[in-house]
């Protein structure tokens, strides 16, 4: 099956740093991907939706200059968190959706946990 | 706008016990429906889809059946097992709408004990 990947799996870092997770689709293309946020024992925020050659398109709430995207390739999205701060600790997953087995087909990653200390 | 309401846990269940998942959804029009797992820890796996009314989706012996005339998506499984134990989410989306959003509901936790 289809196979996303997120590097890292954990990350600890500084109040004021800034901090880069990828997400890769392993084995296809996609155009597409989407980065969620997810709060302890609670449910997945869309946050953006990242497009490939193109701007990411925001969710209503989220700050674009904090949570930068860059879709650089057909298998690799970026989201950097500038600036961070112990309330941007959290859990971060992509997905991405292979058309070739259906639009609706999505795969998630397995997670990047953000601790700010 | 379009949502989805799914029970709250968490569920606690003896192994071999019948589970039921309620899930319910507002939206314009005909959306795909899903059902995600979350093992500890993990990144969400799809457990099953259904992508028009009357369809059933069903996988590791979880199913669902497409209810149009209820807008309802309940998950089921016969007998559960320790391994079920996660957080299950219910999901819909448009095929045709751009980017696929993924509109999930609120998540249950269910935990099977031995």
């Known amino acids: 099956g289809a196979v996303v990947s997120q590097h890292p799996s954990w990350v600890i870092c500084k109040s004021g740093t800034s901090v880069k997770i990828e997400c890769r689709s392993l084995?296809?293309?996609?155009?597409?991907m989407f980065w969620y946020r997810q709060f302890p024992k609670q449910s997945l925020m869309l946050m953006a939706t990242s497009n490939e050659g193109s701007k990411a398109t925001y969710e209503q709430g989220v700050e674009k200059d904090k949570f930068l995207i860059n879709h650089a390739s057909l298998t690799l999205s970026t989201l950097t968190v500038t600036s961070a701060h112990p309330e941007d600790s959290s859990f971060y997953i992509c997905?991405?959706?292979?058309?070739?087995?259906?639009?609706?087909?999505?795969?998630f990653g397995p997670g990047t946990r953000l601790t700010v200390t | 706008g379009n949502s989805v309401t799914q029970m709250e846990g968490p569920v606690t269940l003896s192994e071999e016990a019948f589970l039921t998942i309620n899930c319910t959804y507002t939206a314009t029009g005909y959306p795909s429906l899903f059902w995600y797992v979350q093992y500890p820890g993990e990144g969400l796996q799809l457990l099953l889809k259904?992508?028009?009314?009357?369809d059933k989706g069903s996988n590791k012996g979880f199913e669902a059946t497409y209810r149009k005339e209820t807008t309802s998506f309940h998950l089921e499984k016969g007998s559960v097992q320790v391994s079920d134990s996660a957080v299950y989410f219910c999901?819909?989306?448009?095929?045709?709408?751009?980017?696929?959003?993924?509109?999930f509901g609120g998540g249950t936790r269910v935990l099977v004990k031995p």
């Open positions: 999901a819909l989306n448009f095929v045709k709408a751009a980017g696929n959003k993924l509109t």
């Open positions: 259904a992508t028009k009314a009357d």
């Open positions: 084995d296809f293309q996609a155009t597409t």
């Open positions: 997905s991405a959706p292979e058309v070739a087995r259906g639009p609706y087909e999505q795969y």
